[in-house]
């Protein structure tokens, strides 16, 4: 017999042979051809080591392929964990943007809030002296006036009786 035969094809050979050995008459022993078992059992011997060497290679390449896949999943899974840090990064790194962009303008309105109180509070105090200086500019024309019709009149001296423009906050 050949050995070239893969395990299989000369397991159902030995089985071919034992279902059609000869039955021994009143028993249940069948006679078969002794060369033609150690035949099949020596290419069987011979397949066998090939056979398991095939299986081994492909055990070893299921193996690599598995490997490969777990380095590649591994490569994936830290480039998902990169890329969640990064994104979680520029959540943060816009958060605090959003809270300075807040802060900085809560302190212009601030700053605007007391620019406009100094701003009208020294206006308002330089209106009043404006208006100080005007009331007693307008006293004095108003006793001058007084005067010059005073004068016209025969009368020698300004009337005491003209009461003076008030002065703002009396």
Do not use: W
Not at 20 to 40: Q, T
Not at 101 to 126: G, L
Request: charge should be negative; aromatic fraction near 2%; charged fraction near 30%.
């Amino acid at each position: 017999m050949e050995n070239n035969y893969a395990i299989e094809e000369l397991i159902d050979a030995l089985e071919d042979l034992i279902h059609d050995a000869v039955r021994v008459p009143f028993g249940k022993k069948s006679m078969i051809d002794v060369d033609k078992v150690a035949d099949i059992v020596s290419d069987i011997r011979i397949a066998l080591p090939t056979e398991i060497k095939q299986a081994q290679n492909v055990v070893a390449d299921k193996n690599n392929i598995i490997a490969d896949a777990k380095r590649e999943a591994e490569l994936i899974i830290r480039k998902a964990e990169q890329r969640r840090a990064e994104l979680i990064d520029n959540n943060e790194i816009m958060k605090e943007a959003q809270r300075r962009s807040t802060e900085i303008i809560r302190q212009a309105q601030n700053q605007a809030i007391d620019t406009r109180a100094s701003t009208t509070e020294f206006a308002d105090k330089m209106l009043g002296k404006i208006e100080t200086l005007l009331a007693d500019d307008i006293n004095k024309i108003r006793v001058l006036r007084t005067g010059i019709s005073g004068s016209m009149n025969g009368i020698p001296t300004p009337p005491q009786n003209i009461a003076p423009l008030e002065k703002p906050g009396e």
